[in-house]
C-alpha cells in the first residue's frame, strides 16, 4: 500500500521506516552500486533496495524489490541475510525539515548472471556501476550505509 505525499510526511516523521538493501555480488566479486537520485542519501553510490510495504509479507518484499530494483527473479532462500541495520538520516524524501530512520535489512544476493545496469530503472539512481570491495570502501561517495554492509564481515 502505498501513501499520500502527507500521510507519508507524517509516517516518516513519526515512525521508523522498515527496507531491504541489497548487496549484490557478481562472479567477479564486484559490487552493485546506485547513484542516488532522490533524498536521503541523494548524490551518493548506494546499494539497490527499497521499502517494505504495509500489509507486504517480508518473502513477498523481497521478490517485489528484486524485480523492480535488480529486474531478477529471486526468492529470499537464495539471499544471505547480513543483519539489520540502523539508517539515520537528516532530510526525507521531499526535502529538509523531516529526519528520516529506516531500519534496513541488508540481503547478500551472490549472483553468476550478469545484469544488465543499463537497463535498471532510474528513477531511484540515474547510473549504475560494479564496484571493488577496496572502491566500496575507500570512495568518498559511497555512502557509509552502503559500506557498512561490507564492514559487517558478513560477506
Known amino acids: 500500500?502505498?501513501?499520500d505525499k502527507d500521510t507519508f510526511k507524517t509516517v516518516i516523521d513519526s515512525t521508523p521506516l522498515i527496507s531491504i538493501d541489497f548487496l549484490v555480488k557478481n562472479s567477479k566479486g564486484n559490487y552493485l552500486?546506485?547513484?542516488?537520485?532522490n533524498r536521503p542519501a541523494r548524490g551518493f553510490w548506494f546499494v539497490p533496495g527499497g521499502r517494505i510495504?504495509?500489509?507486504e509479507t517480508?518473502?513477498?518484499a523481497f521478490k517485489r524489490l528484486c524485480k523492480n530494483e535488480l529486474g531478477i527473479e529471486a526468492i529470499i532462500?537464495?539471499?544471505?541475510?547480513?543483519?539489520?541495520?540502523?539508517?539515520?538520516y537528516d532530510d526525507y524524501v521531499f526535502g529538509e525539515g523531516v529526519s528520516t530512520h529506516y531500519v534496513a535489512l541488508g540481503f547478500l544476493i551472490d549472483i553468476d548472471i550478469d545484469i544488465d545496469i543499463d537497463s535498471l530503472?532510474?528513477?531511484q539512481h540515474n547510473q549504475y556501476a560494479w564496484f571493488s570491495e577496496e572502491e566500496v570502501m575507500v570512495q568518498?561517495?559511497?555512502?557509509?550505509?552502503?559500506?557498512?554492509?561490507?564492514?559487517s564481515n558478513a560477506t
Do not use: C, T
Open 53 to 55: 510495504l504495509k500489509n
Open 77 to 88: 532462500q537464495q539471499a544471505k541475510l547480513i543483519g539489520p541495520f540502523d539508517h539515520f
Open 140 to 151: 568518498e561517495d559511497v555512502h557509509k550505509h552502503s559500506k557498512w554492509y561490507l564492514d
Open 33 to 37: 552500486l546506485g547513484y542516488r537520485n
Open 58 to 60: 517480508l518473502a513477498n
Open 1 to 3: 500500500m502505498y501513501l
Open 121 to 123: 530503472p532510474n528513477d
